[in-house]
């Protein structure tokens, strides 16, 4: 049983390219809106990034212009910036987590309490 033949065309690496360059400023790049401007699902173009490499650069061209957008306007601002937005999308997209120190006034913690029945001795 054979499914539907794919929409994919090799036009699209350039495609991608050229959607970066029709960003104005104030424009984010999405996998999302790029997908709806082939009028495909976003997750039809991971399929197609999986089976074509050069699609596959084409598409982490679009996340890699979106991560620094995204930490150059967090950090640096320069119009309205939502700072909760910005970490939300670079969290999901990015792999960017923030980090705790499990510092107490600048020492170590202490060892944890374990119950007594949990230490195991040499006897």
């Not at 029709?22 to 976003?42: Q, S, Y």
């Not at 937005?85 to 987590?97: A, D, P």
């Amino acid at each position: 049983m054979m499914g539907r033949p794919t929409k994919y065309d090799p036009s699209y690496v350039q495609a991608c390219d050229d959607y970066l360059d029709t960003l104005n400023d104030n424009e984010i790049p999405l996998k999302e809106d790029f997908a709806f401007r082939l009028g495909v699902d976003d997750d039809t173009l991971d399929n197609w990034a999986k089976v074509n490499k050069d699609f596959f650069g084409a598409l982490k061209r679009i996340m890699q212009r979106q991560k620094i957008q995204l930490i150059n306007d967090g950090i640096y601002g320069g119009k309205e910036v939502n700072p909760t937005i910005t970490k939300l999308l670079l969290q999901n997209n990015h792999g960017m987590k923030e980090r705790h120190d499990v510092m107490s006034d600048n020492k170590p913690l202490g060892q944890p309490l374990v119950p007594a029945s949990e230490i195991k001795t040499n006897e």
